[in-house]
Nanobody
Framework: VQLQASGGGLVQAGGSLRLSCTAS????????VGWFRQAPGKEREPVAA????????NYSDSVKGRFTISRNSAKNAAYLQMDSLEPEDTAVYYC????????????????WGQGTQVTVSS
């Protein structure tokens, strides 16, 4: 599976962005999907995850209530709607497909996209 993340950009605090993750070469409909982010000088951390059928979602405490993860298996895509953005959300965001039907920790993911930069100005 090849993953392509897109939709990043520069936005003011309080604004919104919607990230997209599209898969090619084969479907990832049987895999959990996650969004991670990595800020300069920090470890890559999980932000949101969704199960293969969309029935389970999980969020980090720092984004809960502001970000929403979703997926559209027919389009072989997943999304991260980010609202009420804060400067602390500035990072490179990566989408990833899990080895199984759901994952949270980084080592549960085996396919990674190239990352998209999100910058939130204060």
């Amino acid at each position: 599976v090849q993953l392509q993340a897109s939709g990043g950009g520069l936005v003011q605090a309080g604004g919104s962005l919607r990230l997209s993750c599209t898969a090619s070469k084969r479907t990832f409909s049987n895999n959990g999907v996650g969004w991670f982010r990595q800020a300069p000088g920090k470890e890559r951390e999980p932000v949101a995850a969704i199960s293969w059928n969309g029935g389970i979602t999980n969020y980090s405490d720092s984004v809960k209530g502001r970000f929403t993860i979703s997926r559209n298996s027919a389009k072989n895509a997943a999304y991260l709607q980010m609202d009420s953005l804060e400067p602390e959300d500035t990072a490179v965001y990566y989408c990833a497909a899990a080895r199984g039907v759901f994952g949270w920790n980084r080592d549960q993911y085996i396919y990674w996209g190239q990352g998209t930069q999100v910058t939130v100005s204060s």
